[in-house]
């Protein structure tokens, strides 16, 4: 398959371009990247021109829209196996291709939970057959996530995963954090920290005070996230690990962050998510559960915190912590009603916002959704350098989108956007040189 994406504006951190550029693609990979604005390339025969002669090539006017490397989501739920009425890999990994994404990360809270070798090689089987997508698999860090004993990282590693993570529960038990991060530094794999200390959050379903008094729910106080953000930095700083914080959802933990990056703790990374930058706790207030999710919506002073966090690099990512669950155990009780929200055809719509509102450039942008995700998971991503894999994502900043979750590729409906008008959407996505054009 020959692909050539052309007169677009090629946004790519890593080989400091931002500048209109043809993109040759073959082979699943990128050959040639030409800049057109410089007389040198004007003097050279654009390879556009004559690609788009030569029968095979598939020729993409990419006029007027941003061309950036394929998107890295660090935290997806694919729910496979074991709560295939939640999502799929094949639905799943479709709707990452349709939200610009070529890689997704995944987390470990299947059923059986992927805490071995076996559960990582079905995963990564059954996403070559039927993936739209790279799938890199995150481990357990526990033994079905139980928090009791250390799950086996080099198997693991062996096997493919790119990272270990209990997502979902905390590692209450400091002395197993501590070996994990240990281990972490062996393997040079990250671990991802859920933090959320379990009795402070005391089964809060949302947080914690004055519009949760009023609406008769449990909440949860940002300390609960704030403590263990705290406790697994100075484990990093003990151990001298590699830790990777889910989900910042509070401007105390963007602050605690700050101060250990300023301490100079190199190997702490954090990703936020974009509910947490877009909507506060008032999503709530109407018992949505669409709007539910762990750790909880906040407020206004934390959604500003987490822009400034993003805007001055203590957040080093963006990801979706896309959670999809069925309608039916969405629509009961908020009390019950699992905790997530299904991110992947959002995200770029939303982190589009944060350019709008000038939080983040564009470089940013893909700097938070593609270059830092690959450095933390190293899958050499992030970049579309020759050589490199053909992963990309048009995005098309004319073309707005009203989210309607009707249309959603994951079988997820989950989602608190729904009726948005979001600024720019993902035109086409290319994944090691296969094309997906959306409508
Ligand atoms: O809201 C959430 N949903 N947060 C998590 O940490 C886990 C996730 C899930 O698996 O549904």
């Avoid at 029968?55 to 074991?82: C, K, N």
């Avoid at 671990?191 to 959050?201: F, P, R, T, W, Y």
């Avoid at 605690?256 to 998510?273: H, L, N, P, Q």
Wanted: hydrophobic fraction near 40%; charge should be negative; charged fraction near 25%.
């Amino acid at each position: 398959m020959k692909a050539l994406v052309q007169n677009g504006r090629l946004i790519d951190p890593l080989q400091g371009i931002d500048e209109i550029c043809d993109i040759h693609i073959e082979g699943g990979r990128i050959q040639e990247v030409r800049k057109r604005g410089g007389a040198e390339a004007r003097k050279k025969k654009n390879p556009a021109v004559r690609a788009a002669r030569l029968p095979g090539y598939q020729v993409i006017d990419a006029t007027g829209m941003y061309v950036v490397p394929g998107l890295i989501d660090l935290h997806v739920h694919l729910r496979e196996p074991g709560f295939e009425h939640k999502e799929t890999i094949k639905t799943g990994t479709g709707a990452a291709a349709r939200g610009g994404f070529t890689s997704v990360c995944c987390m470990p809270n299947t059923r059986p939970v992927n805490d071995n070798a076996s559960v990582t090689e079905f995963i990564l089987s059954k996403a070559r057959v039927e993936g739209s997508c790279s799938v890199l698999p995150i481990g357990a860090i526990t033994k079905g996530q139980k928090g009791e004993e250390l799950a086996e990282f080099s198997l693991m590693r062996e096997a493919g995963c790119v990272a270990f993570s209990d997502d979902g529960r905390p590692v209450m038990d400091s002395l197993l954090m501590r070996r994990a991060l240990e281990y972490s530094r062996v393997h040079d794999l990250p671990v991802i920290s859920h933090c959320e200390d379990l009795a402070l959050a005391a089964s809060g379903v949302m947080n914690e005070g004055l519009l949760s008094v009023t609406l008769g729910l449990r909440g949860t106080p940002a300390q609960a996230e704030e403590i263990m953000v705290a406790r697994d930095i100075s484990l990093a700083e003990l151990t001298g690990g590699r830790l990777h914080i889910a989900h910042v959802s509070t401007a105390g933990s963007v602050e605690i962050i700050r101060a250990a990056k300023r301490r100079g703790i190199a190997d702490v990374t954090a990703e936020t998510c974009p509910h947490y930058f877009s909507i506060t706790e008032e999503a709530v207030r109407e018992y949505d559960a669409n709007a539910k999710v762990n750790p909880p919506l906040r407020r206004q002073s934390d959604v500003e915190a987490i822009r400034e966090g993003l805007r001055d690099g203590v957040i080093d990512a963006i990801a979706t912590d896309h959670a999809p669950h069925h309608r039916d155990e969405k629509e009961g009780e908020f009390d019950l009603a699992p905790s997530g929200i299904s991110g992947l055809e959002t995200a770029v719509g939303l982190a589009m916002r944060l350019v709008a509102d000038g939080v983040l450039s564009m470089t940013m942008l893909v700097e938070k959704m593609a270059v830092n995700p690959a450095r933390i998971v190293g899958n050499g991503g992030g970049t579309l350098k020759p050589g490199a894999d053909a992963d990309l994502v048009i995005i098309d900043p004319r073309r707005e989108y009203r989210v309607d979750a009707g249309d959603f590729a994951s079988k997820g409906r989950n989602t608190p956007f729904g009726g948005w008008l979001l600024p720019a959407v993902p035109v086409v996505t290319i994944w090691k040189g296969k094309v997906y054009t959306w409508e």
